[in-house]
């Protein structure tokens, strides 16, 4: 890392040369990448819910009333 002088001397910046300075990733791809490990984690998600979780089974009766069945004429 080298310093040198600003164009009127009076603040120094630093100049990284191209082996100190790291490449920054892609804003596009870091985003599709997080979407990727998301989508991951809610599959996995699922995935488990299926293999481990068993829904009870249950009859279920309803009874109706005869006047929701048929309901009387209008006048």
Known sequence: MAC???HNGTAR???FSKADEPDPMPT???F???LAVLAGIAYG???ALVMFVNPKQAE???RIPPEKLA???SQ
């Open 32 to 34: 599709v990448v997080t």
């Open 28 to 30: 596009l791809f870091r």
């Open 60 to 62: 279920l009766s309803v």
């Open 13 to 15: 910046k630093e100049r």
């Open 45 to 47: 998600t699922m995935f």
């Open 71 to 73: 309901p009387k004429p």
């Open 4 to 6: 040198e002088a600003s």
